[in-house]
């Protein structure tokens, strides 16, 4: 299966990096998922808890209601590192990024965006279900934005 870079559509198959056995898996379909719901859905609680992974990304895009696309990104120009987790389906595995409460950057778009780890974080987000549990509710870092639409208004 090729693994898609660049744009990452909810139906390609996209790399990640894997909590349990520490190595990069690929050929994931991706979906997504609310952080604040994770822990009380049942098809999605076990698998928070046992396969935790991270989306490397150099950023993502949002679409606003009127379907103007913007990219985010790091200020610092970092990989972002996505959270999420594996599930298993009857199809297949799936590779779900959590969600959450957007920063004030992605709010003037979106009301919704990927829920981030911090680099020194990344083992914590894939070992310590303590530390995976508090990041659910964490306030995301702040990120740069630019468009192709000329009409928006970008920090």
């Not at 790091?74 to 990989?79: A, E, F, L, T, V």
């Not at 594996?86 to 990927?114: C, Q, W, Y």
């Amino acid at each position: 299966m090729p693994v898609k870079t660049g744009e990452v559509f909810p139906k390609d198959h996209a790399a990640v990096i894997m909590a349990h056995a520490q190595h990069m898996a690929l050929g994931q379909l991706i979906i997504n998922a609310r952080s604040e719901t994770v822990l009380i859905k049942e098809m999605f609680k076990a698998p928070f808890l046992n396969e935790r992974c991270v989306f490397p990304m150099s950023g993502f895009y949002e679409w606003s209601k009127d379907k103007g696309k913007t990219y985010f990104q790091d200020p610092q120009g970092r990989i972002l590192l996505v959270a999420g987790f594996i599930a298993h389906f009857p199809e297949g595995k799936r590779s779900i990024i959590l969600t959450t409460t957007p920063n004030d950057a992605v709010a003037r778009v979106h009301d919704r965006m990927p829920l981030m780890i911090p680099h020194k974080d990344l083992k914590k987000w894939l070992f310590d279900d303590t530390y995976a549990v508090a990041q659910l509710w964490e306030e995301m870092a702040e990120l740069i934005s630019t468009t192709n639409d000329s009409d928006a208004v970008l920090s």
